[in-house]
């Protein structure tokens, strides 16, 4: 169950980092496609660790 949830989030997260990348301007040293990738990477990790949590936070209250 809590994979379902880091992959959900990863997914997310690499969806608006790539958002985030598309809107905004990239320095003269990086080319686009390395900015898409390092929003992107970005994303998957803190969207992964926030559905990570979120799964903790919601399986927390059966557990008792």
Do not use: K
Request: aromatic share 14%.
């Amino acid at each position: 169950m809590f994979s379902r949830f880091i992959a959900t989030g990863g997914f997310v997260g690499a969806v608006l980092g790539a958002l985030a990348a598309a809107f905004t301007r990239t320095a003269p040293d990086y080319g686009t496609f390395a900015a898409y990738g390092y929003f992107a990477i970005a994303g998957i990790v803190l969207g992964g660790l926030l559905g990570a949590v979120l799964a903790i936070a919601l399986d927390r209250p059966t557990r008792e």
